[in-house]
């Protein structure tokens, strides 16, 4: 690989996301105890916000206890060499993001060469700005990169790649997401029970 300043500048943004960065369970102790004080993370508070926040550590809480990983994908990623990390930009109030983080946490269990860390987007905006999707901070947005030399190797999200066809199908045909297409969203996250997600992680480890 060629150096350049550019990818110099990502490595090191990279560096300072790992280092203030939480692992999935203090993320998840991060997100409960902000609730404790009517709180979510993120720079701006709102009561809609904290609201949206409490729904998703209960939506987390449940996908942590009742999510199972398919036998194929379980097997295929414990026996894989890898030695990646995987940094996901997250909020407590976003809903993709409690929908995937259980699911990728699961995946990254199965092999010690995988460490899974969360960053907060609003600190960090350099490092989001790098990962945009369509122009827009979306999240939650997964960075897979060598762990030696913090070279970016790949990306995923914010939305796993059925739900990333519904947005954009829904968008051509009405212009814009509304309250509808959100329901029917969850609709979907509750029946596919994390398998898109578990499905795009696993083609992204390959």
Not at 160 to 179: C, F, R, W
């Amino acid at each position: 690989m060629k150096y350049t300043t550019e990818n110099i500048t990502l490595m090191r943004l990279i560096e300072e996301g790992i280092a203030d960065s939480y692992t999935y369970e203090e993320y998840r102790s991060l997100v409960s105890d902000l609730l404790s004080e009517d709180k979510s993370t993120g720079h701006t508070q709102t009561e809609a916000l904290t609201n949206y926040s409490m729904l998703n550590d209960r939506r987390m809480k449940r996908l942590d206890k009742t999510i199972k990983i398919d036998e194929e994908i379980k097997e295929a990623v414990a026996n894989k060499s890898l030695n990646v990390g995987l940094l996901v930009l997250s909020e407590g109030w976003c809903g993709d993001a409690a929908q995937s983080l259980p699911i990728i946490n699961k995946i990254a269990a199965l092999n010690d060469g995988i460490d899974l860390k969360i960053v907060l987007r609003d600190d960090h905006d350099d490092l989001m700005s790098n990962f945009l999707t369509n122009g827009g901070k979306s999240i939650p947005k997964l960075i897979m990169y060598d762990r030696n030399t913090k070279e970016v190797i790949d990306t995923w999200g914010p939305r796993p790649s059925i739900a990333t066809q519904m947005v954009n199908d829904y968008k051509e045909e009405h212009g814009q997401l509304d309250a509808k297409f959100k329901q029917d969203l969850q609709v979907w996250y509750n029946a596919d029970k994390g398998k898109n997600i578990a499905d795009d992680i696993a083609q992204l480890l390959k």
